[in-house]
C-alpha cells in the first residue's frame, strides 16, 4: 500500500551552476528510525557557496537536483516508528552526516572517515542526500540532538562549524596555557579563536589577508593580536615562494613577539602559502593542524618540519562533537559568538544569499561571516 503524502514542502533546489530554484515537494512522513523536523535556521558555508558558484565542490559536481545546506536545526514534527528518545515538539540540532555504524571506524568511535557515509547536500555519493534548504526534513533520529535550554536555533546551526573546531582542538590536543596563532578569520577561523579561549589558550592572534576581518576579530575578543599579510605578486618559482612564506611568517612573529613560534597553529585558509607558513609559525615541538581546504597539492618545507619535530596533522568534519559543541554555546563561554551572523534571509531568497556571500560585502559596505537562512514568513 502506497503511503499518504503529506502537504507540499518549499525546498531550495539546485539544478546547476547558479541554477538554484524554489519548488513545492510532496513532504512524506518519517520512515521507521527518522524523524520529521521543521527547519527554522540553515547556515551558508563554503562549500554550500561552491555548489551554488560551480554547480560542483571540487572532485565532487552535482549530478541530479540537491538541496543543499547542512548547518541546521528546527522542531520536531513528527517521529518514525521505533524511535525513542525524541518527541513532537523538541527542539534540535540537525547532525548531517549519516553514518553505517557497522564499519570499523564506525564502531571505533571515528565515524567521518566511514567509507559509507552520506553526506546531507553533498555531491560525494549519488543518489544525493538533501540538505536542510527545506521547511521540513526526515533524517535519522540517532543524529537529531536535543537543544539545551538556553541555546537558540541560530546558535544551533552554528554547533556544525563549531564541532569542525572541537574535533580539530581534540586531535591537537589543545590544552590550557598553550599559544595559538590561526590563519584564515572567515566564520571558520573565528570559531577556532573562540574555541582556543574556552579550553584556556594563554593566547590567541590571528592572521588574514582582510584587514576588515582583523579588525572584526580583534574588536570582538577573538584573538588578542592580528596581522595582515600584504598581497604580492605570485612568485615565479617554489624557491622563491618557500622563501617568501618564511620571510612573510618572521615578519608576524616579530610584530607578535613570540620569535619562537606559537606551541598550535590553526591553518583555517587551505591556501598554499599559508600552509607553508605554519609549519615555521609553529614552535619546536609544536603542532599544525590544517583545516581549510583549497590547495590540492602543496610544496611543504617539510626538512624545517621534521628537524623541529613539528607535527602536521590533518583534521576532516567531525565525530562525537555535537553534544559538547551545543552546551559549549549554551555556556556563553564563546564571546560574541552570535556577531558572527550578519545576515539573514528566508528561504525564498536563498538565491540573493548566496549572491551576498559570494560578494563578500552587502550593499551598505558591511562584511558578511555567516549568512542564516530561516524559513518562509
Request: aromatic residues 6%; hydrophobic residues 45%.
Amino acid at each position: 500500500m502506497s503511503p499518504v503524502a503529506l502537504p507540499y514542502q518549499t525546498t531550495a533546489v539546485l539544478y546547476g551552476a547558479k541554477d538554484l530554484r524554489i519548488e513545492d515537494r510532496t513532504l512524506w512522513p518519517p520512515q521507521a528510525g527518522q524523524a520529521q523536523v521543521a527547519v527554522l535556521a540553515t547556515g551558508l558555508c563554503g562549500s554550500d557557496l561552491h555548489y551554488y558558484l560551480h554547480g560542483r565542490n571540487g572532485d565532487f559536481a552535482v549530478q541530479a537536483p540537491l538541496v543543499l545546506g547542512h548547518e541546521a536545526s528546527g522542531v520536531v514534527t513528527a517521529v518514525g516508528p521505533g524511535v525513542k528518545g525524541l518527541v513532537v515538539g523538541q527542539r534540535v540540532a540537525i547532525e548531517a552526516g549519516i553514518m553505517c555504524n557497522k564499519c570499523d571506524y564506525c564502531l571505533s568511535g571515528r565515524y567521518n572517515l566511514c567509507k559509507e557515509m552520506r553526506f546531507c547536500s553533498s555531491a560525494k555519493t549519488f543518489p544525493h542526500a538533501d540538505g536542510t534548504l527545506q521547511t521540513f526534513m526526515n533524517h535519522p533520529a540517532h543524529v537529531l540532538h536535543p537543544l539545551p535550554e538556553k541555546c537558540s536555533f541560530e546558535q544551533a546551526a552554528l554547533a556544525e562549524p563549531l564541532s569542525v573546531l572541537l574535533h580539530a582542538a581534540r586531535r591537537a590536543q589543545l590544552s590550557k596555557g598553550q599559544t595559538v596563532l590561526v590563519f584564515g578569520v572567515g566564520a571558520i577561523g573565528l570559531l577556532a579563536c573562540s574555541v582556543a579561549h574556552s579550553m584556556g589558550a594563554a593566547r590567541v592572534v590571528a592572521i588574514d589577508i582582510n584587514q576588515a576581518r582583523l579588525d572584526f576579530a580583534k574588536t570582538n575578543g577573538f584573538a588578542e593580536d592580528t596581522f595582515c599579510l600584504p598581497l604580492t605578486d605570485k612568485a615565479k618559482t617554489t624557491d622563491e615562494q618557500l622563501r617568501r612564506a618564511k620571510e612573510s611568517i618572521q615578519t608576524a612573529l616579530q610584530k607578535f613577539d613570540e620569535p619562537d613560534g606559537f606551541d598550535l597553529i590553526f591553518e583555517c585558509t587551505g591556501a598554499e602559502p599559508c600552509i607553508q607558513m605554519s609549519i615555521h609559525a609553529a614552535i619546536s615541538g609544536g603542532k599544525v593542524m590544517l583545516i581549510g581546504m583549497g590547495s590540492r597539492n602543496v610544496m611543504l618545507p617539510l626538512s624545517t618540519a621534521a628537524l623541529r619535530e613539528v607535527d602536521i596533522q590533518g583534521s576532516f568534519r567531525y565525530a562525537n562533537t555535537y553534544p559538547a559543541a551545543l552546551a559549549l554555546l549554551a555556556s556563553g563561554k564563546l564571546k560574541n559568538v552570535d556577531a558572527l551572523i550578519t545576515h539573514r534571509f528566508s528561504l525564498a531568497q536563498t538565491a540573493q544569499a548566496f549572491s551576498l556571500l559570494a560578494r563578500g560585502k552587502d550593499e551598505a559596505g558591511k562584511m558578511v561571516l555567516k549568512v542564516m537562512i530561516g524559513p518562509n514568513p
